[in-house]
């Protein structure tokens, strides 16, 4: 089956601080690769997206690349605001077969706080 | 923007009462999903729904649970006798067909107390 594994949280930072968030994942075919993020009280909003190998991701400043060999897909920031204190979390989907409709499995999701 | 929207944010209710979560999918979407957060827990899927029908779920979708799309927008999830373990936060999302890449769309979520 399809699994997502996360880095332990949650992770402090102060503003400014490089962030790294490691997700590696174990799929049965060809997944797309996603990070989304979950604010205080808010849904889940998708942050940025790759759907095949070597591919970089990107939004607001984060990135991450999709890396097969490794089956990982790690998310960084060079420079941290408090503003992106959230809960982040990685996924990945598997479309077709005939037995896949595009359900997502997530990570355990990563709790971030950033302090001035 | 079109966004996802569900109602109501949060239902409060006792063991073993009927609930009905409600959302609305974009309009020109064709694939919708529901999805539980138990507290402190990693998203979890339910079901998904193409066609008309229910196309996969998961192990956590029971009898208890069913879904249905009844007026073309609405899509709805039931649990037909809450226990106290349903408790959590349930997203709907949907998806379009094509060039998106399976990118989906949540709404806010909503918020499920069982007493």
């Known amino acids: 089956g399809n699994s997502v594994t996360q880095m332990e949280g949650p992770v402090t930072l102060s503003e400014e601080a490089f962030l790294t968030i490691n997700c590696t994942y174990t799929a049965t075919g060809y997944p797309s690769l996603f990070w989304y993020v979950q604010y205080p009280g808010e849904g889940l909003q998708l942050l940025l997206k790759?759907?095949?190998?070597?591919d970089k991701g990107s939004n607001k400043g984060f990135e991450a690349t999709y890396r097969k060999e490794t089956t990982s897909f790690h998310l960084e920031k060079g420079s941290v605001q408090v503003s992106d204190s959230a809960v982040y979390f990685c996924?990945?989907?598997?479309?077709?077969?005939?037995?896949?409709?595009?359900?997502?499995?997530f990570g355990q999701g990563t709790i971030l706080t950033v302090h001035p | 923007e079109p966004e996802v929207t569900q109602t109501p944010s949060h239902q409060v209710t006792q063991m073993g009462q009927e609930v009905i979560l409600r959302c609305v999918p974009i309009?020109?979407?064709?694939?919708f999903y529901w999805y539980r957060q138990i507290l402190g827990q990693k998203v979890e899927f339910l079901v998904s729904f193409y066609n008309n029908e229910i196309s996969e779920k998961s192990e956590i979708f029971d009898d208890q649970f069913s879904v249905e799309r009844p007026d073309g927008s609405n899509f709805t999830l039931k649990i037909r006798s809450t226990k106290l373990e349903d408790s959590a936060m349930y997203f709907c999302?949907?998806?379009?067909?094509?060039?998106?890449?399976?990118?989906?769309?949540f709404g806010p979520g909503t918020r499920l107390t069982v007493l």
């Open positions: 996924a990945l989907s598997v479309v077709g077969g005939g037995t896949s409709y595009g359900k997502l499995t």
């Open positions: 790759a759907t095949k190998a070597d």
């Open positions: 999302a949907s998806r379009p067909t094509s060039g998106s890449h399976n990118e989906q769309f």
């Open positions: 309009s020109n979407h064709l694939y």
